[in-house]
């Protein structure tokens, strides 16, 4: 990084800008992050089995700790991580205030404050495409998972025109450069292109690419599709599941119309 753009990002760093603490505070308590993480949670906990007792839970990216407080409710031993040290702060207190034991720590996706093989499940939504380094993220992950562990991963597809990490249009679509110059302007003089946010979006995924990577960490990996609960559609919607489970050119085709790229990975070995 050059010293005139390491000396950019320092001024324009929005980290501590009141419009992201402010917004991610609102938004972390409302409603719809709420059911947004309950939706996750009752995904997994379908997809991977209702478990013998208490889990090993890592909040990777915590923010305020909605998710977190959601899975120790249930009675799950939970840890969380994030880079913002406010929100960690904001993730403490309401925690304290919901009388639940949960271990916030301010730390990097990719230097994660937990020992080997201590997590039953790692949890990182919306997380990927903001981390430089994201193959150190997933092994970090995979690190600190038990063998016969879970990680969850939601994150930007490539695939799908629509997204919302940039308000601009078609912008999974635009090719990297200009990728790369827009994210120049969101860290810089133009933090509203990306939500205020300290670390937009540098990584578009594909569901196809992030399962051969998790392959080579000894993972195996679903996509949103196998994890559909069947049981929750009508005939005709459970058929057309079915066929596109089945049919590699229509699973393509179904990720190419969801804006977000969803895994579950399972780590080898158990």
């Not at 960690?88 to 404050?113: C, D, H, K, W």
């Not at 981390?131 to 990680?151: H, T």
């Not at 635009?174 to 110059?181: E, I, N, S, T």
Request: charged residues 20%; hydrophobic residues 45%; proline residues 5%.
């Amino acid at each position: 990084m050059s010293s005139k753009f390491a000396k950019d990002e320092a001024a324009w760093n929005t980290g501590g800008h009141e419009d992201f603490y402010s917004y991610y505070e609102k938004q972390s308590g409302g409603a719809l992050a709420r059911q947004r993480f309950l939706t996750i949670q009752s995904t997994l906990l379908r997809a991977l089995g209702a478990p013998a007792g208490p889990l090993d839970v890592a909040d990777i990216g915590c923010g305020a700790g909605t998710q977190a407080r959601l899975w120790a409710d249930k009675g799950h031993r939970v840890r969380g991580a994030d880079i913002n040290e406010a929100l960690v702060g904001l993730a403490r207190r309401r925690a304290e205030q919901s009388g639940l034991a949960i271990e916030f720590s301010v730390a990097s996706a990719t230097a994660l404050p937990w020992a080997d093989a201590s997590m039953d499940l790692c949890i990182a939504p919306e997380l990927l495409e903001h981390v430089a380094d994201w193959s150190a993220c997933l092994a970090e992950m995979v690190r600190v998972l038990r063998p016969g562990g879970a990680l969850f991963v939601s994150t930007s597809n490539r695939l799908c025109p629509r997204q919302e990490e940039f308000a601009l249009p078609l912008y999974s679509w635009y090719p990297a450069v200009l990728k790369h110059r827009f994210e120049h302007l969101a860290r810089t003089t133009r933090p509203d292109l990306a939500g205020y946010a300290t670390y937009p979006a540098v990584n578009w995924f594909t569901y196809y690419g992030l399962r051969r990577h998790l392959a080579r960490l000894g993972v195996r990996s679903m996509d949103r599709f196998d994890m559909m609960d069947l049981g929750q559609h009508g005939r005709l919607a459970g058929a057309a599941i079915r066929l596109l489970r089945r049919l590699p050119p229509l699973r393509f085709l179904g990720h190419v119309a969801t804006p977000y790229t969803v895994v579950l990975g399972v780590k080898n070995g158990a």
